[in-house]
């Protein structure tokens, strides 16, 4: 009856027939299955299957649910957590449009810009990677900044410049050996460690970056940064419950006050320095000369004092000559007993070897381990003892 059925199909009918009908199963009782049907069906197992059914209408309805519910949560802009989550988030929202905008740079290169506007500014596009070493990275960053700064200081105003910098005992250094360096020794630019993180250094530092130290810095003690951060800290009471629009408002406006206070009290300020000053000689000159003439002393001495202190506390930054020699040589004669103990009690073993054998049941190979260490123990106190006795040689050590 099937084969009939077909015959009186035409050629075409046939072929659509037999088409639709491969993937069919019989269930029994009329009833058929699709087999490419049933795929669509039903979801697969697991998380592919949560992903992907209904084109992925559960994650979009759990991430709403989600975020619906953190809404509800009342968020604190001035706090630490949720102004970092804040920035976080905005840098999120940037991202796709940073990395397209950068691989846009690397393939077509800068934007074309006209030539008849005179403008010789370069377009480019800086990508910072900070893996593991963010406190190096920001220290080198700060460090090149403020050489920036120096040069362009010595390029504005020329010789003779004193830069205050909190750790200004370590960073001459690092400016010495900067590109800058030969610069800043032609120019003769030198500089101050503030009084308040000056007395934080040690004596050596003091005597020689201290302002009380530096000829030319008067009354100063260059801490002006400190009394200006100071003063915001009473911005804390007024801006913990404002909004961030009249936070930023209080930060602005107490700043343009203190600038404007600061530079219309200027010339006060530096007439009442100078008045200081004025006092502080006439006070103080009368007791210096008494001092002086009561202790027989003069102002050549309080120089060769200063000078000679400054030596005497370079010379304890590294261990005398003699201090350094005598610690070696206890070091040496230390090692030396150390390995002749273990040399002595190798040789016992060492001689005990028929009694382990007879006795213990020591095997060849144990001991044959025995006369390894006390023949490699031997060689060690050899080899010191040695070393020991050309170090007293040559510093003339007599035993």
Known sequence: QYQAQLATLSFQEREDFLHASENDVDLGDGAW?????????????????????????????????????????????????????????AWKSMLPDLVSAFLKFQLQGPPARNEDDGSQALWTIEVISVEAGMPPLQHQCIC???????????????????????????FVTTLKRSCFGKKMVALNLSGIVPALHGHAHNRFCQIHWHPLYVDGAGTEDFEECEHTFSCSNELASVTRLATPYHHQQHIDEHFHFHDFDKHA?????????????????????????????????????????????????????????????????MELLF???LLKKKSDDAKTRFNDRDRLMIREGYTGKQLMQITTQYRTTYEHWATKNEEVLQYEEEHNIAI
């Not at 000689?281 to 002393?297: F, G, H, M, Q, V």
């Open 33 to 89: 299955v699709d087999e490419d049907e049933i795929a669509f069906s039903r979801p697969p197992l697991g998380d592919e299957g949560f992903f992907s059914s209904h084109a992925g209408g559960e994650v979009r309805l759990q991430d709403l649910f989600l975020d619906t519910l953190a809404e509800q949560k009342r968020k604190d802009h001035q706090t630490r957590k949720d102004r970092v989550e804040r920035q976080v988030q």
């Open 144 to 170: 090149q900044g403020i050489e920036l700064l120096v040069n362009r200081l010595l390029e504005d105003f020329g010789p003779d410049i004193c830069l205050v910098y909190n750790i200004m005992c370590a």
């Open 265 to 329: 009290a200027s010339g006060n300020f530096i007439y009442e320095n100078y008045c200081q000053a004025l006092e502080r000689i006439e006070i103080d000159t009368p007791r210096l000369a008494e001092l002086s003439a009561k202790l027989n002393i003069g102002a050549a001495d309080y120089e060769r004092y200063l000078k000679s202190e400054r030596k005497y506390l370079a010379g304890l930054r590294a261990e005398p000559a003699n201090k350094l020699a005598k610690a070696t040589y």
């Open 335 to 337: 090692d030396l007993d």
